[in-house]
């Protein structure tokens, strides 16, 4: 039978674990409530230039105008590309980390090289990407791929280099192959890994596809922002900046918690 005392120290302790939880949410909350109070304030003062930072009135009425004039066909398209791009990068740097693991030749001739293209400004090369493959959305998909691409390379094959030396061990007494060794150990060991690589490339696609939209896009929110920054319409920048930071914040979200399902079910 269960120890009744065990029992209520354990509800003790996941209400202190919920209340902590409702107390950060409402600090989270209460801090974005008074930031948005703060700035409308001020702006209605004349103490910051809303003609530049805009305030939250303006930005509201803004949104409603926008999604009455293909706002949601905007936010498609950029959400369409980063999750192309960011798909791409997760499933072939994920290969690309397997086969510098399995050759550790290849991976030592190669890691001068990864650091090197990990360091240097994907935006720099845009023009350069435009010509390879065209003005376009694949021009737009590529620069999101370029971005994420070398960060999993570089997480994933420091996770699989870093396994449990124990457990591969354990397996080559058994006479497992080197695939098997992969299959059943190193790659399930690193699923938390694999998540941390996602959390990271989500935000990273999406600052490829933005800068992708900035050169050649002529729809999605880094278009709405350029253009609104053309015609001096700063609300629509302003308007835009936040849309696109929802759009993030939704994505990481999305990918924590696909996170908690699959760690739920493999996590063991």
């Known amino acids: 039978m269960d120890n009744p005392q065990i029992s209520i120290e354990r509800i003790k302790y996941l209400k202190r674990i919920k209340r902590q939880k409702e107390k950060i949410l ?8 008074c930031f948005l109070l703060l700035w ?22 803004t949104c409603l105008n926008m999604a009455q004039n293909d706002l949601q066909k905007h936010i498609g398209i950029t959400v369409y590309e980063t999750l192309a791009g960011f798909i791409l990068g ?23 090289y990864l650091v090197v293209l990990n360091s240097l400004p994907k935006i720099a090369l845009g023009p350069v990407i435009i010509i390879i493959v065209g ?61 941390n690589s996602l959390k990271i490339n989500i935000g990273l696609s999406l600052v490829g596809v933005i800068a992708g939209e900035f050169l050649v896009s002529k729809a999605g929110l880094g278009y709405l922002i350029v253009y609104g920054g053309q015609v001096f319409q700063l609300d ?16 990481y979200e999305a990918v924590a918690l696909l996170q908690r399902v699959v760690m739920k079910k493999y996590g063991h």
């Open 135 to 195: 003005a376009g959305t694949q021009a737009i998909i590529f620069m999101a791929l370029a971005i994420s691409l070398i960060v999993t390379v570089l997480e994933m094959l420091n996770g699989f280099q870093n396994t449990d030396k124990e457990y591969i061990k354990m397996a080559q007494t058994f006479d497992a192959t080197k695939f098997q060794i992969f299959r059943k150990i190193v790659f399930p060991y690193n699923i938390a890994t694999l998540f």
């Open 40 to 61: 409308e304030i001020l702006a209605q003062a004349g103490i910051i230039d809303s003609f530049v930072l805009s305030q939250p009135s303006r930005i509201w009425k």
């Open 236 to 251: 629509l920048v302003m308007t835009s900046v936040i849309i696109l930071a929802i759009v993030a914040a939704l994505m």
């Open 26 to 33: 409402a600090w989270q909350i209460g801090i974005l409530v």
């Open 90 to 112: 997760v499933i072939l740097g994920t290969a690309l980390a397997f086969v510098l693991w399995w050759s550790s030749t290849i991976s030592k001739i190669s890691e001068p």
